[in-house]
């Protein structure tokens, strides 16, 4: 299969630069994946699509305020460094521009001092390992100093940085948010909970690579990003009891559903463990635990978008995108949802 059978025409002005006022009033198109029917609702109207003796599955990461800026020591030319994996000793793995400038040995600053670091090497991607001096506690200075990594293709500033977080969020290590569960509201999830719906949490932290366009011409050439995730031993329980009971698996957004993908055995029952994933699930691949997926629009030959043909059919997704389209549907992270079922 081909990258290029995973393309789309998206007009730019329908990817979202900012956030609904409410969360849940973005609009949801069903997609019946055996019978290929669409309908046109709204995201509170959720609860009454799922059923009694479902399971939703969330993913808790929160996204850190990883994206630094500050200046070269000596000379004080700005830069910016984004954080993206921790490696350990006060050691994390950054992008940075101006990239020809921060070489290793490079020393830098951040706000009045507060954070000091140094640039110790290259990676084989051309990212920097970077090892940061503060006092205290580093994610509180980062909270101080950081701010929120928006993807690429959003060119406004947010207001309020709550908005690229969930309601839930509670494990930080994210370099992008989930974006799935930007939609829900307590008050959504207690309704969804009062209808005797269970709910359960995994860990998956996104990585940048999420936005990464598949850049081969064959998509089974593309080395998949890796991003580390976690399956509380009560989740796993949770699913493997919900579907024993006849009951569905709903993985709320991409992450989620590669989380449970990843833990799940080839007889569907769900284990706990953590550890990195790089799973790829493109057209073929045979779901073994999940259910019903609730996801945004993604973007043109992205993984994300295999993953949703994958489960349910290339032709019905490319078919509902362009409905979608038609229909002026907003796109990617602040955009509006699927339920496919």
Not at 59 to 84: F, H, T, Y
Request: hydrophobic share 40%; proline share 6%.
């Amino acid at each position: 299969m081909k990258t290029r059978d995973f393309f789309y025409e998206l007009p730019p002005e329908l990817i979202a630069q900012t956030p609904l006022e409410r969360r849940d009033e973005s609009r949801l198109m069903t997609l019946d994946r055996t019978t290929g029917h669409i309908e046109h609702r709204k995201f509170y109207e959720l609860p009454n699509l799922l059923r009694p003796g479902d399971c939703l599955v969330l993913n808790d990461s929160r996204v850190l305020p990883a994206r630094l800026l500050g200046r070269r020591l000596p000379g004080g030319g700005a830069c910016e460094v984004l954080l993206l994996a921790d490696q350990g000793d006060d050691v994390w793995e950054c992008l940075v521009r101006p990239g020809r400038k921060l070489r290793p040995g490079t020393e830098l600053q951040f706000g009045e001092g507060e954070l000091s670091a140094r640039v110790e090497a290259v990676t084989e991607d051309g990212n920097r390992l970077v090892r940061f001096r503060y006092e205290g506690i580093f994610l509180e200075v980062l909270e101080r100093l950081g701010r929120m990594p928006l993807p690429p293709y959003i060119h406004q500033q947010l207001a309020d940085p709550d908005r690229y977080q969930t309601v839930y969020a509670r494990e930080n290590g994210s370099a992008a948010a989930p974006t799935a569960g930007l939609h829900f509201t307590e008050g959504l999830l207690r309704q969804i909970r009062e209808r005797g719906i269970s709910t359960g949490f995994v860990t998956l932290h996104v990585g940048l690579g999420t936005f990464r366009p598949v850049q081969e011409e064959i998509i089974t050439d593309h080395v998949m990003h890796r991003e580390f995730c976690t399956m509380p031993p009560e989740t796993a329980d949770l699913i493997n009891h919900t579907r024993a009971a006849g009951g569905r698996c709903v993985c709320v957004g991409t992450t989620a559903c590669r989380t449970v993908e990843s833990w799940a055995g080839e007889d569907g029952t769900v284990r706990p463990g953590s550890g990195w994933t790089g799973i790829f699930l493109y057209p073929g691949y045979q779901f073994r635990a999940m259910d019903a997926l609730i996801t945004n629009f993604h973007l043109p030959k992205s993984t994300l978008l295999m993953l949703v043909s994958a489960f349910a059919g290339r032709e019905q997704v490319l078919n509902a995108y362009a409905q979608a389209v038609r229909e002026r549907y907003r796109f990617f992270s602040f955009g509006d949802a699927m339920f496919l079922f």
